[in-house]
């Protein structure tokens, strides 16, 4: 091969294409900036556009303000769900079960029965928390960042409190008291929406339905 093609040097060609590729990232890297200039002036419009209409748009929007404690259901939620939250054998196994279906089969009955045994000291609480005319969660407001960076410590606690409340219902249920059985679903349904109104987020939401669902 010669030393030139086209009457160019070889080492302009290597220069001419080392440019090109050059100005190709440096022009890619300008129409990603407006296209994200542009896409963030449309975002910040329309989240104006939300808070002008009276929209919570961030986790502190969602803040409300609080209400004396013997008007407030969360007191008795938060008691219920620290009474379910030492974690032990019972709830191992519980948590092997395939599903919960009546007629409880082989050691399932004694399993569920260890299960509420631990877990008694939160019924009452939920009762009590039903009979509250408002809740509202007490909250640490956010500053304003995402709600991404959001921490969601005990949603675990909140799954086994509905499985307490749900197995609950069944045993009540096994034992013919329908009442109580009713009692529990309504009181599932209320974790339910107590959970959505916690600071906002999908894993939140997701577990909330969840609940709703069980029941």
């Given at each position: ?7 160019v ?17 440096v ?8 296209w ?9 419009k329309?989240?104006?556009?939300y808070r ?5 748009v961030?986790?502190?929007d ?15 939620v938060?008691a219920?769900?620290?009474a ?11 948590g ?29 609480l ?8 408002q ?18 410590p ?5 799954r ?13 249920c ?18 339910g929406?107590?959970?959505d109104?916690?600071?906002?987020s ?14």
């Open positions: 091969m010669t030393e030139t093609e086209a009457g040097p070889r080492g302009r060609w290597k220069r001419r294409v080392g440019w090109t590729f050059l100005s190709l990232i022009l890619l890297f300008i129409v990603h900036a407006l994200s200039a542009e896409s963030r002036g449309r975002l910040d329309l989240v104006a556009a002008a209409a009276g929209e919570p961030k986790i502190d969602w803040i409300e303000p609080p209400i004396p404690d013997d008007q407030n259901a969360a007191v008795e938060q219920a769900l620290a379910v939250h030492p974690q032990s054998n019972a709830d191992e196994t519980v092997h079960m395939q599903g919960f279906v009546l007629p409880f089969l082989g050691g399932e009955r004694a399993a569920v029965a260890a299960f509420l045994t631990e877990k008694a000291a939160a019924l009452p939920m009762d009590a928390a039903m009979e509250k005319p809740f509202v969660w007490p909250e640490v407001p956010w500053g304003g960042r995402p709600a991404i960076d959001a921490m969601l005990g949603l675990s606690d909140w086994v409190l509905a499985n307490t409340l749900e197995l609950s219902a069944l045993d009540a096994a034992r013919g008291d329908q009442v109580t059985a009713l009692l529990r679903v309504r009181e599932m349904l209320f974790l929406a107590c959970l109104r916690r600071r906002p999908l894993m939140t939401f997701l577990v909330a339905a969840g609940i709703r669902a069980a029941a």
